[in-house]
């Protein structure tokens, strides 16, 4: 078969019992469709329908042909919606901590979205880091403290620096430390989960007598809450911090000891990166959302 629109010309005359009302749904005139229903009989050997008065009949060889040429429909249909779906714009992927989707960052994606109508955005708050070789997001903004996969290109937005805080009801009963070479006679809450910022933990351990941490938690939302509840002193991201110190709801013990500090990146999937939206939205947002960290 020279033509496979020809078989779409066959099942309109199959299904509508002539040539002219298949020249009405195809959108073509009668004796185009006529002369292709004669080219696709020649090709194929077969007669496929026997003309009277009533119009089309299909033989027991058009009828025998009727499945697999649905078949072939069918295929063409999924073909061309697949087609569709593969241009249709898709949206770019971003995952990162829940506090980083802040207005400020949204104003960014907001003010990009009205340059970029078209660019859509979906956003995948995690503790978790994702897969983004696997394609579980195209973008990550992370606190890496350790190796990252190289395939990843690499966007450095600023460096995290962390350090103990405590709150002001804490700090009236006990008093806060002014170095970290002196833990003595505090207590301590942290946060552990599958690994995630075990820096910070071991950091504790390493100074701190058994017993001095009294609770431990895996999510940072309720360690920051303890930490403001004044259970504990407890080691915290300066910036999500800024908020409560700001306010009188935290204080801050003493300076960002080295040790703890960790770069904060914006990770892209290579294969996400070759998508011209992707680039350029991240042409766009490394350096404005860079400045919230400065």
Same mark, same amino acid.
């Given at each position: 078969?020279?033509?496979?629109?020809?078989?779409?010309?066959?099942?309109?005359?199959?299904?509508?019992?002539?040539?002219?009302?298949?020249?009405?749904?195809?959108?073509?005139?009668?004796?185009?469709?006529?002369?292709?229903?004669?080219?696709?009989?020649?090709?194929?050997?077969?007669?496929?329908?026997?003309?009277?008065?009533?119009?089309?009949?299909?033989?027991?060889?058009?009828?025998?042909?009727?499945?697999?040429?649905?078949?072939?429909?069918?295929?063409?249909?999924?073909?061309?919606?697949?087609?569709?779906?593969?241009?249709?714009?898709?949206?770019?992927?971003?995952?990162?901590?829940?506090?980083?989707?802040?207005?400020?960052?949204?104003?960014?994606?907001?003010?990009?979205?009205?340059?970029?109508?078209?660019?859509?955005?979906?956003?995948?708050?995690?503790?978790?880091?994702?897969?983004?070789?696997?394609?579980?997001?195209?973008?990550?903004?992370?606190?890496?403290?350790?190796?990252?996969?190289?395939?990843?290109?690499?966007?450095?937005?600023?460096?995290?620096? @962390? /350090?103990? $805080?405590? #709150? !002001?009801? =804490? &700090?009236?009963?006990?008093?806060?430390?002014?170095?970290?070479?002196?833990?003595?006679?505090?207590?301590?809450?942290?946060?552990?989960?599958?690994?995630?910022?075990?820096?910070?933990?071991?950091?504790?351990?390493?100074?701190?007598?058994?017993?001095?941490?009294?609770?431990?938690?895996?999510?940072?939302?309720?360690?920051?809450?303890?930490?403001?509840?004044?259970?504990?002193?407890?080691?915290?991201?300066?910036?999500?911090?800024?908020?409560?110190?700001?306010?009188?709801?935290?204080?801050?013990?003493?300076?960002?000891?080295?040790?703890?500090?960790?770069?904060?990146?914006?990770?892209?999937?290579?294969?996400?990166?070759?998508?011209?939206?992707?680039?350029? @939205? /991240?042409? $766009?947002? #490394? !350096?404005? =959302? &860079?400045?919230?960290?400065?």
């Amino acid at each position: 078969m020279k033509n496979w629109s020809d078989v779409r010309v066959f099942l309109a005359v199959l299904r509508n019992g002539s040539t002219l009302a298949a020249s009405r749904k195809l959108g073509m005139s009668q004796p185009t469709v006529a002369r292709r229903i004669e080219v696709l009989e020649h090709e194929t050997g077969l007669i496929l329908f026997e003309r009277d008065n009533r119009g089309f009949q299909p033989t027991e060889a058009g009828l025998a042909l009727r499945p697999l040429a649905e078949g072939l429909e069918a295929s063409a249909l999924e073909l061309a919606e697949k087609a569709k779906e593969l241009a249709r714009p898709r949206p770019i992927r971003i995952t990162a901590y829940p506090a980083n989707f802040s207005p400020r960052m949204t104003q960014i994606l907001s003010d990009y979205s009205a340059l970029h109508p078209k660019t859509r955005f979906e956003m995948i708050p995690s503790v978790l880091p994702l897969d983004l070789a696997a394609g579980e997001a195209d973008i990550a903004l992370r606190i890496v403290m350790s190796e990252t996969d190289p395939t990843l290109i690499r966007r450095k937005i600023s460096t995290a620096r @962390f /350090t103990l $805080f405590g #709150a !002001p009801s =804490y &700090a009236e009963k006990r008093g806060l430390p002014a170095t970290p070479d002196n833990l003595d006679g505090h207590s301590f809450v942290t946060y552990q989960r599958d690994g995630l910022f075990s820096r910070h933990h071991d950091w504790l351990i390493r100074r701190l007598a058994p017993g001095q941490i009294i609770m431990s938690f895996a999510e940072a939302e309720l360690l920051a809450a303890a930490i403001r509840a004044g259970r504990g002193l407890g080691i915290m991201n300066l910036k999500l911090a800024e908020p409560d110190e700001k306010a009188g709801r935290l204080i801050r013990c003493f300076e960002p000891p080295e040790g703890l500090s960790a770069e904060h990146l914006m990770l892209i999937s290579p294969k996400a990166y070759k998508r011209a939206e992707v680039k350029e @939205f /991240t042409k $766009f947002f #490394a !350096p404005r =959302y &860079a400045t919230i960290f400065k």
